[in-house]
């Protein structure tokens, strides 16, 4: 994993009452927006902002890829990211 998710704001997505086959869903916390990469790398510098440039401190960083999520990007970050290889 090379950048995990950055948030500006986080949702509680309710848990989910029992469904007809049996499965269950407990609440979870979601991302609303477009959310940011922020690098991994265990140097310091490299985890003080997002790849767009806002600062790692403005951010929720989730412990998830974000380049393998299936959610709304920033614009800026996805170029970045793209420009990086």
């Known amino acids: 994993m ?4 950055g948030a500006e704001q986080l949702e509680q997505v309710p848990s989910m009452v029992r469904r007809p086959n049996g ?12 959310t940011h ?4 790398a265990s ?3 490299a985890s ?13 960083l989730l412990d998830q890829d974000w380049e393998a999520t ?4 920033c614009p800026a970050c ?7 290889g």
């Open 48 to 60: 003080d902002a997002a790849a767009c440039g806002i600062p790692a401190r403005r951010l929720h």
């Open 23 to 34: 499965v269950f869903r407990s609440a979870r916390i979601t991302p609303i927006g477009p």
């Open 70 to 73: 299936f959610i709304e990007k």
């Open 2 to 5: 090379r950048y995990k998710v």
């Open 78 to 84: 996805f170029n970045a990211v793209l420009a990086d």
């Open 43 to 45: 140097d310091a510098t």
């Open 37 to 40: 990469a922020v690098a991994t």
